[in-house]
């Protein structure tokens, strides 16, 4: 049974750094894409990037590039989502999703949210 | 501003069937297949169609999905409460970066 577990609710101050995480298991961590999506509250869902856990390569929404590091540890089947110099509007619930093996056909496994507050 | 675009709500009573557009374009939409999600209050988002209108396994065939050209649709029949949230579509841009999504659709059953 595929899971994906993240990492509890944060609160930091805008300047500040947030790094949330999203465990998998009961399948091969390698062997499928991570997506990293988020939602503002009451808004909809909006695409950070990816990760391939097997080879650590990345790809990020050109919105993110520079202040956001998705990385992986394969020794505990986990992927990490970092963002940096947090504003009030990166107040949201960050989602892990998992793509599914054939490309473009959505993400079929979704981790519960991590809620990060960027709050003074 | 979403680069796909939905209709904010719909509504239906029970046993109706309702529709759902995505508008989008020739570079994601018009290039790439589409996926569907339901985001059930307070709860992350499910896989509901992809690639079009493929239902991944548990999902009823009561939902259907559809594309033409740079638009498609989500159809749902038997309308049942249960139905109420939000959806959302999915495509990926023609340069396969990544994907794009639409605003959503609150859907009411009446």
């Known amino acids: 049974q595929v899971h994906l577990v993240q990492s509890g609710a944060e609160v930091k101050k805008p300047g500040a750094s947030v790094k949330v995480s999203c465990k998998a298991s009961g399948y091969t961590f390698t062997g499928y894409y991570l997506h990293w999506v988020r939602q503002a509250p009451g808004q909809g869902l909006e695409w950070m990037g990816w990760?391939?856990?097997?080879?650590?390569?990345?790809n990020y929404a050109q919105k993110f590039q520079g202040r956001v590091t998705m990385t992986r540890d394969t020794s505990i089947s986990t992927a990490y989502m970092e963002l940096s110099r947090l504003k009030s509007d990166d107040t949201a619930v960050y989602y892990c999703?998992?793509?599914?093996?054939?490309?473009?056909?959505?993400?079929?496994?979704w981790g519960q949210g991590t809620l990060v507050t960027v709050s003074s | 501003q979403s680069v796909l675009t939905q209709p904010p709500s719909a509504s239906g009573t029970p046993g109706q069937r309702v529709t759902i557009s995505c508008s989008g374009s020739s570079s994601n939409i018009g290039s790439n297949p589409v996926n569907w999600y339901q985001q059930l209050p307070g709860t992350a988002p499910k896989l509901l169609i992809y690639g079009n209108n493929q239902r991944p396994s548990g999902v009823p065939d009561r939902f259907s999905g559809s594309k033409s050209d740079t638009s498609a649709s989500l159809a749902i029949s038997g309308l049942q409460s249960e139905d109420e949230a939000d959806y959302y579509c999915e495509a990926w841009g023609a340069s396969l970066n990544g994907p794009v999504f639409g605003g959503g659709t609150t859907l009411t059953v009446l």
């Open positions: 999703a998992r793509g599914q093996q054939q490309l473009l056909r959505g993400e079929d496994y």
């Open positions: 990760i391939n856990p097997n080879s650590g390569g990345t």
